[in-house]
Structures are given as C-alpha cells and as structure tokens.
C-alpha cells in the first residue's frame, strides 16, 4: 500500500491560529501616521483637561472667604483675635466707677424702698468728694478712691446721697471709720442731675448713716427732695421718720456690692 505525502504548507498556514503576522511588527506607512495621530490627539486632550482642572482649583475660593476672595467675617474674627492680644483684665481701681455697681437701669429695693439712680460721680482722689478741697479729712488713712450716687425715691420725695470710699483692705477701711463718722458733714451731697444744693446757710433735715462694708465705707444723707429745713432737735414728727426709714434701706442697699468683697 502506498502512502501519499501532503502537499508542503504554505507559509501561511504556519502561522498559530489566531495570531496575526503584522501584530509582531510596528506599523508602516499611513498605518503608522495614523496612529501617532490618534496618541498626539489624546495626550493633547488630556493636558488640556488637566490645564482646565487646576485652572478650576486654583479660581475656587478657599475656605474662610468668599467668592470675590476677600476673608468671610468668621475669618475677619478669627484674624481679629489673632491679631489683637486679649484686653488685660480691669484692676479694681479702674473698675471702681458708678455704673459697675449701680447701674442707671436698675431699680434699687429694699424692705419697701423703691428708688432710683438720678446721678453719679467717681474720682481718685477722695478729697475731691469733700467741701473743703484744701484739707483732706482723709489724710494718711489710704481712701484710694470714691464713687457718689443719688438715690430718689418714686414713692416718697425723699433722695439719698451715697458715697463709697475705697481702701487697701479691712483693716485700713477700720482704722478710718471713726474719722469718717466724725466728719460726715465735712463730705459733698450728691443730688440729682437738675438739682442745686441749697442756698448758703440753710441746712436740710437730714439723717446720716456711716457702715463698714469690707474694705469700704458707706456713708449715706437722706434727705427731702424740696430740702425743707431741719426741725426742732426735741421734735419728731412722721416726716423725720420717713428719712430715717429712707436712710436705712438706702444704706443697706449701698452696701450690697461690696459685701463679698
């Protein structure tokens, strides 16, 4: 039996299955142009898109401003205290005023007194509070300071000056108190914004109060708002009881501020 050989393969044929001869090889001729086209194009793209992505980051406003990039308030604030160093705290003397601890808003009550704050006044130098600026009652006993406040009544014409005086501590504040009873009439009346003192040689009735309240000293005059003269020394009658009555819970109102102090 004879067997017959095949035909030799064509070159072709010898290739695997599925592989195709120009994949072993770089393109040629337009093949090759057309495909440098297409990557140039699409690098092109590509850095276009990545110019136009930092672009947009770096036009949005960051955060903490706004979109014209001036600093939002919150940042103004922030820049504000970083800026600027927190204000020291106050030291008692340039606290020592009025409004701090009578305040014009406030009604002041007491035991059935109703009144209010008609005036105010404070100072260093507590001989600027006395009637005779040339001699200081105070001299050598540490008055750092004073504050003065009409208190008017709104249901009785009654109004009462108090003056506040200052000192280092207690025990400065004790060492004066007999002077300061001694010369209550030596220290101004504070009377309400629009009212005058009386004319030379008339003396108002009035009642006087002088406390130890800490390291302060409360002296408190009540008067009538009219300032009627005195009556007789062997006579009371109701009137001087309303001032007594009115000096009482002023003083004790005077000295609530100062009581923990």
Excluded at 113 to 123: I, L, P
Excluded at 140 to 149: A, F, K, R, S
Excluded at 152 to 165: E, F, I
Excluded at 169 to 195: C, H, I, M, N, S
Aim: charge should be neutral.
């Amino acid at each position: 039996m004879t067997i017959q050989r095949g035909a030799p393969a064509r070159a072709d044929d010898e290739q695997p299955t599925g592989h195709r001869a120009d994949d072993e090889h770089p393109p040629t001729g337009h093949r090759a142009v057309g495909e440098r086209r297409r990557l140039a194009l699409l690098w092109s793209v590509v850095a276009v898109l990545a110019t136009g992505g930092v672009w947009v980051v770096a036009t949005l406003p960051h955060r903490g401003e706004s979109a014209t990039g001036v600093p939002s308030g919150d940042k103004l604030q922030t820049a504000a205290a970083v800026a600027g160093h927190p204000a020291p705290p106050l030291t008692e003397s340039q606290s020592f005023v009025a409004e701090r601890y009578f305040p014009a808003q406030r009604t002041y009550e007491y035991d059935g007194y109703r009144a209010r704050r008609s005036a105010s006044r404070e100072g260093a130098d507590c001989a600027a509070v006395q009637n005779d600026k040339t001699r200081n009652v105070l001299a050598d006993l540490g008055c750092q300071g004073w504050i003065g406040v009409a208190l008017t009544r709104g249901d009785q014409p009654v109004v009462s000056s108090v003056t506040v005086l200052r000192f280092l501590d207690a025990g400065a504040a004790a060492k004066a108190l007999q002077t300061v009873r001694e010369k209550a009439a030596d220290f101004e009346f504070t009377y309400p914004d629009g009212q005058s003192a009386p004319a030379e040689g008339v003396k108002p009735m009035s009642v006087t109060r002088v406390e130890l309240v800490g390291h302060h000293i409360t002296l408190t005059v009540s008067r009538y708002v009219d300032q009627r003269a005195a009556a007789s020394p062997d006579k009371a009658d109701k009137a001087d009881e309303v001032l007594a009555l009115s000096n009482r819970s002023a003083a004790a109102v005077a000295g609530m501020p100062f009581m923990w102090m």
